[in-house]
C-alpha cells in the first residue's frame, strides 16, 4: 500500500518562500506520477501542479505558474514542491497524490493522497 506524507509547511509572509516534501513508501516510487494540490478554506481542491514519473514533464496551474516549482528526487522516494513569492491567497492545505500509469498534465483523479500540510501565508 502506498504511505504519502507530507512535510515543509507552516507561517511565512507574503513574498517568502517555503518547500514542502512529499515522502512516497510502499511501491516504487519512480512508477508513479506524482500531483499537489491545494485546498483553501470554503473553496474546492485545486490542482497546482504535476510532474511525471521521470520528472522530465511538468504541469503547473496558472495560478501558481511562474512561483512554484515541482521536482522529485527518485532514490530517495520523495517529490518537492518548492514555492516563491508566496501570496495570501496561496494560504490552503497542500497535498501531495500519486497515480500510475501515463502521465497526464493536469490529471486530477489520483490513487493515493496523502493528509496534507498547513501553509498560512500573511500579508
Known amino acids: 500500500q502506498v504511505q504519502l506524507v507530507e512535510s515543509g509547511g507552516g507561517s511565512v509572509q507574503a513574498g517568502g518562500s517555503l518547500r514542502l516534501s512529499c515522502a512516497f513508501s510502499?511501491?516504487?516510487?519512480?512508477?508513479?506520477?506524482m500531483g499537489w494540490f491545494r485546498q483553501a478554506p470554503g473553496k474546492e481542491r485545486e490542482l497546482a501542479g504535476t510532474?511525471?514519473?521521470?520528472?522530465?514533464?511538468?504541469y503547473y496551474a496558472n495560478s501558481v505558474k511562474g512561483r512554484f516549482t515541482i521536482s522529485r528526487d527518485n532514490a530517495k522516494n520523495t517529490v518537492y514542491l518548492q514555492m516563491n513569492s508566496l501570496k495570501p491567497e496561496d494560504t490552503a492545505v497542500y497535498y501531495c497524490?500519486?497515480?500510475?500509469?501515463?502521465?497526464?498534465?493536469?490529471?486530477?483523479?489520483?490513487?493515493?493522497w496523502g493528509r496534507g500540510t498547513q501553509v498560512t501565508v500573511s500579508s
Open positions: 497524490a500519486a497515480k500510475s500509469g501515463p502521465y497526464v498534465f493536469n490529471e486530477r483523479t489520483y490513487d493515493y
Open positions: 510502499g511501491r516504487t516510487f519512480s512508477n508513479y506520477n
Open positions: 510532474i511525471s514519473t521521470s520528472g522530465g514533464l511538468t
